[in-house]
């Protein structure tokens, strides 16, 4: 990780969300790793905001926001030639490399939990697996990312919660009966729609979350963002979602 | 060129003024990656208790304008695994390393400072006396000048390195300030963070945890602007002023009223080069200003000034 200045290339605003692809010198991510994004906004709001990487080539790394308060709605009012400040890669990542071909691969992704999945979606396919990707929503103009997903050749399994597209109701309506035939499990999303399932994994399912937490920095000061996580051990401790994290194996959260 | 940033206090030398500031700087490791910090003044390493603190439920931070509010409950790893894990490789970096420690009573604090005291990566020891004192019924140890000497004086007296106290906002900081330099501090820290509360109203719920947290950030650097001032204008002892350093003038600031120093804290956060950007901002000041070294500075405000005027 380090810190770096880089420029936006594009930037793009639909309905609540808004797409960045910022150009530089950065150093290689994988799948589920975030950046410490912040803009040259001053003291309003102060700290930069830890965003999942998208997608990355070469010379891109690109992001999707959710608008959901000053520091998001910032973020993506961006335009093309800003500079934006960037800490990162940062946190862990989805086993991916863990993943055999032919293993049977069910992506859970809520909201803006889908981007960081199809960052995963898109190193699996290159290594020829073809993930079940369910996506759920509240309505039709949350699905996110759905053409990118159509190009890899992944046809997601879509639930909103107001029926407007796909199956109504909640994603795990339709990722229910999907989990229990699985050998890897990723799931991205707001906390209510991990913990559901989370109790749907049993044992025999490999499991991996990626988990959201106010952070001030990113890399591992400030203790911020703590989550209880139980250790082999069998203690519980206080680990920093933004270093040990942000995945987890479902079955070492602490959900509270 | 020719630029001489280095200040001294209580008979430590370093390099320049800024200091990573405690609980913002982890165990000084985590900046490997992203600047050399024997380029530091000093590191002051995350608050450290005898048995470690596993901290509060989260959540734990929100941010504020221009500022954010904490309650990390002290998390730390204890001072055993401090000295077993971490100070090895701090023995190998050339800055100057306070121990910042804190305990619930004063026989925690006597512990600890003689823990740290014998480790060799230490320089100096920074007292956090913004703890509750489990003894007298947890009241804060550092809001009561007759507590405030009594836990500093056993510290001194079982401390041979260099102490430094970092008081408490929520204190006559004139008061206070006395009662650490008669308990025997070598230098002081001001200030701590300022308790602070937020509410969520949609969800009607606290916005931390903890429901108390303590505010840092720009928000309250002319608090401790003030808080410095007024402690300068106290005690003889040299003052390190912390509180909303953003940029080298903040810590100017400071250092024109009296401050030897200051530390660097939330802005490590948002920005983990700040200290290598205040250091050239430091230099920059010296030269559009004409002075040949940081101890110039010091105090200039006061010297050969009078008093605010008034019409009366």
Redo the contacts between chains.
Sequence with gaps: MKKTLLRVRESRQFGDYGLFRLEGEFEPSMPGQFYMLKGDWGYTPLLARPISIMTEDRHTVSFLVKIVGEGSRKLTEVNAGDSMTAVGPLGNHFPFEEVKKGDNVLMIGGGVGVPPLYYLSEKLVEREILPVFCQGARSRNDILLLEELRALSVEPLISTEDGSSGTKGLITDIAKERIGKADFVFACGPKGMLVAVSKLVDGKTRAYFSLEERMACGFGICLGCACGIKHDDGETRYDRVCVEGPIFEAGKIVWD | MGLDLSVEIGGLKFKNPVILASG???YGL??E??FDISLAGGVSLKGLSVKGS??T???????T????I?A?GL?NIGIDAFIRDKAPRLRKIDTVFIANFYGHRIEEYTEAGVMLDQEECVDALEMNISCPNISEGGIQFGVNPPLVYKVVSACRKAIKKPLWVKLSPSSDIRETAKAAVEGGADALTVINTIPAMAVDVEKIEFRIHNRVGGLS??AIHPIAVRMVNDACQTVKAPVIGCGGV?KAEDGIEFMLLGATAFQVG?A??????APVEIIEGLEKYLERHGFSSMNEIIGKLHNGNDKPRSCS
């Design positions: 913002c700087a982890g985590e900046f990656d992203f596993g901290g439920h989260p959540p734990r931070i929100w941010e304008p221009a500022g954010l904490n990390i998390q950030g720009p953003e939330t490590l956060f948002r920005n983990p080069l």
